[in-house]
C-alpha cells in the first residue's frame, strides 16, 4: 500500500428521516441500510466501506437521535451519542424541507464536546427553492464553525461526488481497514433481518412498524442455486399479530414476497422465505429481550 493512502471513520448523524440511510446507499452502490418514510428506521450502528484508489472510507450510519420513549430507544440514542468520539469526521445531515428544529439544537449541543471536523450536509435539495437554501446556510452558519456546508441530494446524487472529495482531503493517512470489495461490516444474518423490517415499515400503519423485530431462525443452502429461510416477526400484542398476518394471510405474504426481492439481490441466488409472527409483550422495555434480539446496550 503507497505511504499516501488515506482512511478513516465518518459518522453520519442527524434528526429522524433527513436520509442518512438513502445516503449510505448511494455511496456504497448498494442496499445495507433499509429506508423507510417513517422517522427511527435506524436502530444499530451500520458501517458501510467505501474503497478507492487512495482512500478508504467507512461510514458509520447512527440511529436518528430523538427523545427515547422506552429501553429500545435509550439504546438508539446512546449509540448515536457514544459513536461521535470515535471518528475521524462527523457528516450532521439536515433536511433542506423541515430546516431547523429543536432536535438540531441538541445535536449541535453534542457536537460542541467533540474535537473532529463536522460538515453540515443539507440533504433534499431536489425537494426546495434555492432561495430556501440560502436562508438554511445563513442560519446554521451562526450555530456552529463548520469545516464545511454541502448541500445534497442522496435520493438523486447530486453533490455527492463533492462531498466525497472534501472528505477525502481531511482524512488520516491509514491502513486499508477492509478489502476493497467489502461494502458492510454487519454479517447476512442482520442485512437480511433488516430487509425484512423494512418490508413491515412500509407495508404496516399506525402503531405496529415500531414495536416489530425480526429474528432469523435459519439459512440453509439445500442446492447449489438455492438458499432456504426461515424467520420470525417480533411485535408486541395480538393486535399487531392479527395486522402483520392480514385476511387469509395477506399481509404477511406480501412482506415475504418483497423481502425476498431484496434478499435475492443482496445475496445474487433463489430464496426461499418462510415467516412466521410471534408476540412478545412490551419487548422493548425487557432488557433479556434486547439483548436477544441484538441491541445489547453493554457494547456500548
Known sequence: MENNFKSGFI??????????????????????????????????????????????????????????????????????????NEVDAVLFMINAEEGYGKGDQYILDLLQKIHSPVFLVINKIDLVHPHKLLDLIAQYKDKYDFEEIIPISALQGNNVDNLLGLLKDHLPQGPQYYPANQVTDHPERFIISELIREKVLELTREEVPHSVAVVIDSIEKRSSNAIYLQATIVTERKSQKGILIGKQGTMLKNIGIKARKDIESLLGTKVFLELWVKVKADWRNKQSQLNEYGFRMDEY
Open 11 to 84: 459518522a453520519i448523524i442527524g434528526r429522524p428521516n433527513v436520509g442518512k440511510s438513502t445516503f449510505l446507499n448511494r455511496v456504497v452502490g448498494q442496499k445495507i441500510a433499509i429506508m423507510s418514510n417513517k422517522p427511527q428506521t435506524t436502530r444499530n450502528k451500520i458501517q458501510g466501506v467505501l474503497t478507492q484508489d487512495d482512500a478508504q472510507m467507512v461510514f458509520i450510519d447512527t440511529p436518528g437521535i430523538h427523545k427515547p420513549k422506552h429501553r429500545l430507544g435509550d439504546f438508539m440514542v446512546k449509540i448515536a451519542e457514544n459513536t461521535l
